[in-house]
């Protein structure tokens, strides 16, 4: 079963890669960009058919591993 993880920055943290971006897009000529937000796609091939299990362990790994819950957000999609 594949599954995408989404991580994304939580509201009000800084997000100076995003900032960088958002001031190369308009020193490129596309001034109508007002904001950027970069994050992360994780796509996982997991073993198993239960999906309510699968959830669990994948929700697991991103406390552990795939974010920085201090700062991150993330949501799972089986």
Do not use: F, W
Not at 51 to 78: F, G, H, P, S
């Amino acid at each position: 079963m594949q599954v995408e993880v989404i991580v994304k920055l939580k509201n009000g943290v800084l997000d100076p890669q995003g900032k960088a971006i958002c001031h190369a897009l308009h020193s490129l000529g596309h001034k109508n960009i007002e904001e950027v937000s970069v994050g992360k796609r994780i796509l996982l091939e997991v073993k198993g058919e239960d999906k309510e299990e699968i959830k669990k362990e994948v929700e697991q790994m991103c406390q552990t591993l795939l974010a920085n819950v201090v700062i991150e957000d993330y949501e799972v999609k089986l």
